[in-house]
């Protein structure tokens, strides 16, 4: 290593400083030594000190910072430089601290020395003396105004205010006021012709001459007026109180604020001892603060230039570190450092290389993944892949639309934790996962759920993924709704049916229900009793059977044709009520309802949600049960509100077998009826973006549920 070179500028700065730091301790002194300039030299060199400990303290501040980050990341030359630094502080704090300890012994005993501590006791005996002075005329005053009080008493019978005028004059008083229990004035006199209103005793005042009977203070009523106030009980037939003014003499007061404001002074000076011991100590503190400061930064830059060598290497770190590979130091010595540096080349630009490879390779990835990225985000279709632990890998925004669950939060997430938050999706998210493990091969199947605008039905399409070897590495599947196109088909099968039974049912039903009556209007004569009775039995077999099959056409096109609907906005409870009232005279079942607080409004057409209330009441009913229960709340659903209708009863319920097909037109579990109920039901219910399925958790009867969207 190098010898050690100081530039001419750093060398300069450095006698600089020293320099001003020997001035300051040398104005110090003086100010010491000359109390007449203490105040102006005291300032100026608080000043000077402060600014330059500040100085001293940020550039000390950036160099402890620049070491820290050095041993913080172990850069060379890094630990040196804190030996050298600690050392450096050691040898500098031992002398300088028995100096500062012995100069302030010195500083605090020399201004002791400039107080005579025998006149504190002197001040203390002089105000006390004062005090005792005024307690002794105010007491004096007191008996004064008890007297004047039992004088009053005994001329209750005189004039009030000329025995009140008279009393003041005879006690020389400024002012007299003579007040009722309540304080209302009775009289009052003056020795100031000026003050037309009297002076009036405040709360406190009142509060202590009625608990006490008396009341007696220094009252100051100007600046330059002290008065004695004096406040007794005059007893009698009824209570009454005397106030008295009497003016302090203004040499007692002069003398009075005179000794108060010296004892005053001489406490503001006492003070000012410790405050000129603390200022002293402050600015010997700052002086010898700012040496050890300027030492310790002229350490640092003494060391800098001892491990100036290992800079270069500190660069070329730094310089890597930011992502400069190129970075190529030069090497100026052949010794360790300087193998130092030819390594660090040779690895800079081996990491160049890596870093270019790298970057092309990581160009070429995120092109094909923003192109995937494009594709799927414009595929109408939902697609969600799996790695081979079936964890969500990625989704697309179809797969939210369709779901209406934002599956991309729970990229990351194992299938079974989307169900477990969105539980109207457990039994759709069960079924594919059970085919994600079982399946060989592409599958395909359809799949139906309870979204927030009723039953979906889903086409689902999955395949597994199997790496180069044949290992499985997990699973994609893609989904459509196919909810509407169902539906379309079947709205359009069953109106085709209902146009054709219309056309071929309906219209012959008219000529074989006169033909039979007609039979009848025709033979009846011509027959025996016996014949007639059959003749009649027949005809009215026809008849009934006929009506029979028109209701039955009229309500299979009810079913099918398009609706014209009139919304509007309902509260249902109200309308559940109205038509309960039309089941309540036949009684031939309890109705129980239980509707919650704050049900919402839904916006529907009536007369269909009429119809939707009678056909539910209407199936209970007929199956022979004897209680009813309809539950109204309100749901919240997919981020949505709806509201929810329960209709429970306990009768024999619903066979399993017929679960699936419930709301299939002309599936029926009674002997009577043509299967079409529940099949408006649920039409008027989807028209109404609504939902309707069996309550399969009921142990006992049959229970549906039926969830409107809330307005």
Known sequence: MSAVSIKPPVGVLIFLLFGLILI????MSSATQESSQ??????????????????????????????????????????????????FVLLS????????????????????????????????????????????????????????????????????ALVVE??????????????????????????????????????????????????VALDPVRDDVLMIQVMVAVSGKDIQYLQVLYPVPQRIADLADSIEFAFLRYQEMNFLRDKLKLSFSLALSLVLLMSLLAGIWVAFIIIRNIIAPVKDLVKGTRAVAAGQYEQQLPVTTHDDLGFLVESFNVMTRRIAKARDAAHFASLEVENQRAYLETILANVIAGVISFDASFTIRTANQAAYRILHVPVVRFVGHRLADLYTDYLELKELLQAIQAQLEQAEDIWQKRLAFLGPNGRQELLCRGTPLFSQEGVRMGAVIVFDDVTDLMQAQKNAAWGEVARRLAHEIKNPLTPIQLSAERLQLKLAEQLDEKAQDVLQRSTRTIVQQVEAMKRMVDDFSEYAKPSRRHLQLIQIADLLQEVLQLYVMPAQATFTTVVAENIPAVYVDQISMRQVLHNMIKNALEAECSQIEISIKPVQRNESQFVELAFCDDGPGIQEEFLPQIFEPYVTTKNKGTGLGLAIVKKIIEEHGGAIWVDTTRAVGAGFIIQLPAV
Do not use: C
């Open 24 to 27: 300051s301790l040398q104005l």
């Open 38 to 87: 203490l105040n102006a030299m005291y300032s100026w060199l608080l000043l000077v000190n402060a600014l330059g400990s500040v100085v001293m303290l940020v550039l000390i501040g950036a160099n402890i910072y620049s070491l820290g980050k050095q041993l913080k990341k172990r850069e060379a030359g890094s630990l040196l430089t804190l030996r050298m630094i600690s050392l």
């Open 166 to 215: 008279r009393l003041r004059e005879a006690a020389e008083a400024a002012e007299m006021n003579l007040f009722t229990k309540q304080g209302r004035l009775l009289a009052s006199s003056s020795a100031s012709p000026g003050d037309i209103l009297p002076r009036l005793p405040d709360e406190h005042v009142w509060l202590s001459v009625r608990q006490h009977e008396t009341y």
């Open 93 to 160: 704090l031992a002398p300088a601290g028995l100096v500062f300890f012995f100069s302030m012994q010195f500083l605090h005993q020399g201004i002791d020395s400039w107080f005579n501590v025998e006149i504190d006791r002197a001040m203390d005996d002089a105000l006390e003396l004062s005090q005792v002075s005024l307690d002794q005329r105010m007491n004096s005053r007191l008996k004064q105004t008890q007297a004047i009080a039992l004088a009053l008493q005994d001329s209750a019978s005189a004039s009030t």
